[in-house]
Each structure stands twice: as C-alpha cells, then as structure tokens.
C-alpha cells in the first residue's frame, strides 16, 4: 500500500476542503492517458485502498492502480512556485 506522509495527508486535506463540496466524496489518484497521476473527486469504491486523517477519508486508490504505487511514498515538497504532492521509493 501507497504511504503517506503527515504532511502531505494535510496537503491532501487541505485540498479536498477546498474544491469538494460534497461529503461523500473524496480525492482518487487516476492516470491520465500520457501516464501522469491526477486527484479527482470520486466516491469510494470496494476495492480501494483508503488513505484516512482524523477519520475522513481524504485518499482513494483503486486496485488498478494500488500494485503500481505499492511502497512509494506521498510526501509535500516546497518549490518556488508552493507546496507540490511528489512520490518517492520506500
């Protein structure tokens, strides 16, 4: 399973809180057709892999996608241009 770092569940916290305005649903990571990893908004699904902070889910990995990211890790880097979601090999 993808793990992730108390910064960047804040991160991914911060950012549902922002542009989801629906409680039942939360941010999925999906990949885009050139093969970059996206969030969207989305209900949660059986299968899924789900990422919690303080109760709520604020991640959803599906199980296409959950063998690929196994044992990366989701952390918060600052760049010049704010914070950026960036992964990284356990």
Sequence with gaps: MIEVTDKAKEFLEDVL????NDPELTL????????RLRLVPDRS???DQ????DGRAILLVGQ?????LDR???DVKETNRGSKLFM???
Excluded: D, H, N
């Design 50 to 53: 789900v990422v919690e902070k």
């Design 17 to 20: 809180v922002r542009s989801v």
């Design 45 to 47: 699904k059986k299968a």
């Design 28 to 35: 999925r990571m999906v990949v885009q057709p050139e093969g």
């Design 72 to 74: 990366l890790t989701l």
């Design 64 to 68: 296409e996608l959950a063998p690929i």
């Design 88 to 90: 990284s090999q356990q």
